[in-house]
Each structure stands twice: as C-alpha cells, then as structure tokens.
C-alpha cells in the first residue's frame, strides 16, 4: 500500500468579499455557512432554494476550495448556467472551472475520456429520442418478431420502457410488470430486443440519453482507478432538486461522494412528485439514514404567497406520514381566504372559471398572470371550450390543446368516414392506424372504396399483416353506419375503442392509460349532441383554432391565460390559481388510491399546486359528472379540501342567474 501524504486546505486571510449576513435570512445562511460533511437542505416552496446553493457555492470558495473541486448537479443546464453566472457575479471570472450541469451534461464529460474502458470510441455519438425510436425498429425488423400475431410495442415503447428499467435499476420484466401490465406476458422478447438494441448501439459507437448514466455508472463500479479519480476529484457534492432524483442517479451522487462525504442536497420532500417516471422519494427521506451525521436544515420562509395561501397548504401536506415537517412562513402582507367553489358540473364549473377570469382581468390583473391547473390533461377540456367560446385567449402547457391531439383525431376520422363515405382524408387517416398501411397503400385502398368496392370485401387487398385488423375495421364501419348507431356519437367512440383502437394506444403511445381516459371523457363530451354530425362540426370548431408556437416570442400585448397540470407547473408561479376537478377519483386520481404512497404523493401534487398562487387561489370541485357509461354520478370533493380546517377558506356554491324576460 503506498503511504499517504495529506495537503491541508489553504487558510484564507483576506476578508470575504460577500455580506452573507446581510443577504440571506437566517435559515439560508446557516445552510450557506454549514461545516462539511453530509447535509440535507429541506428547502420549502417559494423559500429561495436557487439563492441557498448559490451562495454556498461562492461560500466554498472564498474559504479556499477550488473552483475544479466542486460538483454541481442540476435538473438542468440552464440552472447551472445561472447559478454559476450569479457566483460570478459575486466573486468574479473563473467560475468556469466548477463541473456545472445536469447529471446527462456531466455523464457526456466522464464518459469522453474513459468511453474506451467500456469498449466505445471517445468521439461516440449521442442518439436523440428519434434516432433511438428508429435504431429499435430495426433490432425489431432484424429480431423477425412476428408483430400481427400480438400486437408489440412500436420503437417509441419499447425506448421509454429500456429507459425506465435504466433509471429504476429494474429488470425489463419488473419494468413491464410495473408500468406496463398489458405487455407483461412479452417480457422475454421484449429483453431480446433491449439486448440487440444495446449490441447495436455499441458496434455503431453509438449511446442513447440514459447511456451516458449507465455507462458513467457502469466506469465508477467496474473500474476501481476511475472511481478513486473522480471520489478525490470531487471534495464537495451539491445537488439540486434531489427529491426529483431517481435510482441511478442517486447511487452515483453516492459513489462519487463516498470519500470526502461532503455532501449537500437541496429539495422539498414535499414536491417529490415523479415517481411516474422513474423518480425514487426514497431517495430524499432516507438521506439521513444513508449519511451517519447528516445535519438537516430547514428554510421555510416564503416570498411568493400571502398568508392565507400558506395556511392552507401547510393544513393539506400535515396529513402525509412519510415526510420532513414544515410550516412555509409569509412575509407578505395578508390577503384573501382561498375559495372552495361547490359547482353543479363540470360545465358550470368551466363558467365559473371563465366569467371568474373575466372579472379578475377588470380588476388590473393581467390574463398572463392567471393559470388554470388540474391533475390529468382531459379535466381542462370543457374549461377549454369555454374559454373559445367566450374569446378568452389561452395557452395549453399540459400538452396540445385537448381536441387537436393525435388520438383524438384518429378516433374522430373514423365517425367522419362513417357519415361520410366521399370524407378522403378521414378514410386514409383511420386506414394509415392499421399495420402495414403507409400513404400509397392508403391510397389504393381508396381508389377501391371510393370507386364502389365495399370495405368488407377488401381483406385480401390490405396487407397480409393487417388482414384481422381490416376485419374489425370493416366491422365497425359497418356497424356505425346502421339507424341504431349513426346518430349516438357517444356509442360509436366506444366501437371504434373496441374494434381495435385500444390495442393501437397500447402498442403506439406510451401514455395509454392518459389516453384511454382522454377517449372516456370524449364520450361523455358526446352525449350532449342528438346528432353525430353536430358533434363532428363542434370537433372541428374546437380544432381549426389558430395553433401557438410555444417556441416562438410572445408579444409584448399578448396576453393568454395559462392551462396546465400541476405536473407541468412544478416551479412555476402565477398571481392567482384556479384548481380544478378537486374531486375523490379525479385528484387524487383512482389509481394513486391503491396504496399509502400513492395517496401521499397525490398530496404532494395538491400541495405543489396551491403553493404556485401568489395572491388569489380559488379550489373548485363539481357535484355530477357523467361516467362513459353514460350514468350521472354523484361526485364527492375530494380528501384534500375535505382535510383542510372550514375556516381556511371561504365556501362558494354556484348558482346560475335566472335570466329576466
């Protein structure tokens, strides 16, 4: 063994340059000011939790640590950037030199120096969601997978499902089982596959975004000089949004942090709300487990909400057992109750939203400032056709607006080609949905059709793949076009769910089950038309609406009410929130209900979107609600309000004005 020769960090002698005092509360410069070893930072919503590490950044190194020794880990590269640039701010250039970026950013620099331990080039080529969904196709294509006898995972699939099992340190089979229950029973082939995609991936000297973890995972564990390289490297560890970390990344932060244990995580327990894609809230609960001598620290003083606000949310997050406890503290001056709205349904409570809004933007409030939130995409589509109708202009973060999106329209192309047999366009888009059929195939199926042959007599002209899928397709056009269907929009969405397009969400979107749901609630959209041909114009209102570039600038008088899930809004803020569809079953959804865990991080996402409203938080929750059966249910609000003391908020029931004749 070679013997050790310690250096002693430099004493500083000159006076710091920065007032940490005098610009930190309290809580913050304890945190800022910590000694070294493992600490964990339980920073709450609206606290300053992006000032904490910047300044103990700048902190580590006015008292001599250098600048190369530092790791910073952010979620993403534009937070590192700004961080950094602020450190640079305070103290001057040389910033560049800290390791600064997302775990992916950092993985892309390990790895370019060591790929060749793992059998790749240094100048290995990174794949893109598009490249990794095409190189799958061909390990399908190569694997001779017989896709018509069972319908498999497309490449889109099957690369978020290789993903999970990355990031979660699962087996395909746990990963299927867990996450993807209906492909379960092909889980052996679908690890052939993964194995080909990996193979392939090397001989091209190729990796894909979740490579650059686990192969930077693969160099720490495998190889005992590159661990020891990077554990002295690095003598202090920070990490931001640690409660949205998942397996793989905790286990490297560990790694590399094994030597020095200076280790300092910053995150709200209380916002761990991914666990969906593949986030671990084990990893922020059990730090201190994991760490002996972890010393935690608390910043609950908030700049963003009013009192009131903050009452309430500090009422709803109470409930969780498995959880850091806090009490967010304003600064603000007090203002008004929070409204719990009682509405008759989900139509009024869209009015209510609406005129409520309106009123709001007479009182001075900008319509950028005001934002609609709610737990799945399809709770906004009436608020949606509400806002159209009264001209209210919106911007929709949760995703495209609800009836322009893809499954929507396929769905919508077969009722069209049902009324219509001479609809082209409709007839091409629900035959491309069949395996086998492109656009020119598409286009000779049509000449057919369109030139009198009947669809059930074209099984032999579809391609072999998709003779049972022409089948049910025939089927249920036929079926759709009899008295007792043409004119039930709401029967002919569930036929053409069940004549095969269920099993086409399954195998083509990762989200199935948000679709699924998305098709439901179209159903019971539909019921209120007499006529399917009124339902389809109404559609198609909804549709030809001027579509927003996200990308693009905004103009300066543009102003558009924002609509998200609180999923999306997670770091965002607006003056006032409405939150929407507060009922047992919508939020918390049905599923998340199955088990405690489930239950406590639904919580977490009620207590994230309360805690986005500045000034005015309004909760609505409507009393019927049509289930796509078709039955009118009487809905209870949901467990969240329910465990909020009356007295924090000010009830409101709807009531719809007689109109004087």
């Not at 997050?317 to 009682?342: D, H, M, T, Y």
């Not at 929009?489 to 089950?513: H, Q, S, W």
């Not at 209120?528 to 559609?539: G, I, V």
Request: hydrophobic fraction near 40%; charged fraction near 25%; aromatic fraction near 10%.
């Amino acid at each position: 063994m070679p013997r050790e020769y310690v250096l002693n960090p430099v004493e500083r002698t000159e006076p710091l340059r920065i007032d940490y005092a005098s610009l930190l509360n309290e809580q913050q410069l304890a945190a800022v000011q910590a000694p070294g070893g493992p600490i964990l930072v339980i920073a709450g919503a609206g606290s300053g939790k992006t000032r904490t590490l910047t300044y103990r950044v700048a902190w580590l190194i006015e008292h001599g640590v250098p600048a190369d020794r530092i790791l910073l880990m952010t979620f993403t590269n534009k937070a590192a950037r700004e961080m950094l640039q602020r450190v640079e701010q305070l103290l001057g250039g040389g910033m560049h030199r800290i390791w600064g970026g997302t775990f992916h950013h950092v993985g892309n620099r390990v790895l370019r120096r060591h790929a060749t331990l793992l059998g790749y080039k240094g100048d290995f080529s990174i794949m893109d969601r598009e490249d990794a969904k095409d190189l799958i196709n061909a390990c399908l294509t190569d694997a001779k997978i017989d896709t018509t006898k069972e319908r498999f995972p497309k490449g889109d699939v099957l690369a978020d499902v290789f993903s999970l099992a990355i990031n979660t340190e699962h087996t395909i089979a746990q990963a299927l089982a867990g996450h993807y229950p209906y492909f379960e029973q092909l889980a052996g082939e679908v690890a052939k596959v993964e194995t080909a995609y990996r193979e392939r991936k090397l001989k091209t000297n190729a990796m894909d975004y979740d490579d650059l973890l686990l192969n930077w995972l693969r160099l720490m564990r495998e190889h005992a000089d590159i661990r020891a390289l990077y554990q002295q490297r690095f003598q202090y560890v920070l990490v931001d949004e640690y409660q949205d970390t998942n397996k793989i990344q905790a286990d490297l932060i560990d790694l590399l942090a094994a030597q020095h244990r200076n280790i300092m995580v910053v995150g709200d327990d209380s916002q761990s709300i991914y666990s969906w894609r593949g986030a671990n809230f084990q990893n922020i609960i059990t730090f201190p487990d994991r760490y002996a001598g972890t010393r935690v620290f608390k910043i609950e003083t908030n700049y963003r909400s009013i009192p009131e606000i903050l009452e309430l949310a500090n009422e709803s997050i109470s409930a969780n057992v498995r959880q850091f406890p806090k009490e967010l503290q304003a600064v603000r001056k007090s203002g008004a109750k929070p409204w719990l709205i009682q509405c008759g349904d989900g139509n009024q409570q869209a009015n209510f939203v609406a005129q409520r809004i309106l009123d709001l933007r007479d009182e001075g409030y900008q319509l950028n400032d005001l934002a609609v939130l709610y737990r799945s995409h399809f709770h906004c589509m009436e608020v949606q056709m509400e806002l159209q109708r009264r001209n209210i202009p919106f911007t929709v973060t949760s995703g495209i607006r609800f009836f322009e999106q893809a499954h929507i329209k396929d769905v919508a192309a077969y009722l069209r080609y049902a009324i219509n047999p001479g609809d082209e366009l409709a007839f091409k888009r629900a035959a491309r949905l069949l395996p086998g059929v492109g656009g020119k195939t598409a286009d000779r199926l049509w000449a057919l059709a369109s030139g009198g042959k009947p669809l059930a007599r074209m099984e032999h002209d579809a391609p072999k793949k998709a003779a049972a899928d022409w089948k049910q397709f025939a089927g249920a056009i036929a079926e759709m076009r009899e008295p007792a269907l043409a004119n039930q929009p709401a029967a002919m969405i569930r036929r053409v769910i069940e004549c095969g397009y269920d099993n086409y969400l399954k195998a083509r979107f990762t989200n199935y089950t948000a679709r699924l749901e998305d098709l439901n609630q179209l159903q019971i959209f539909a019921r209120r038309f007499a006529a399917t041909e009124e339902f389809l114009s109404d559609l198609s209102l909804m549709t030809n609406v001027e579509a927003e570039d996200e990308t693009a600038p905004a103009q300066e008088d543009e102003e558009r009410v924002r609509l998200s899930t609180v999923h999306q809004a997670k770091g965002q803020e607006w003056g006032v929130v409405f939150v929407i569809y507060l009922n047992d079953g919508m939020f918390p959804s049905v599923k998340s209900l199955e088990d405690r865990d489930g239950e406590e991080e639904e919580r977490r996402l009620f207590y994230v979107a309360v805690t986005r409203a500045k000034d005015e938080l309004y909760l609505s929750y409507p009393l019927l609600r049509f289930n796509a059966s078709q039955q009118e249910l009487l809905q209870k609000p949901s467990r969240f309000v329910l465990e909020v003391p009356p007295e924090l908020m000010e009830e409101v029931k709807v009531n719809l004005r007689s109109r004087d004749y």
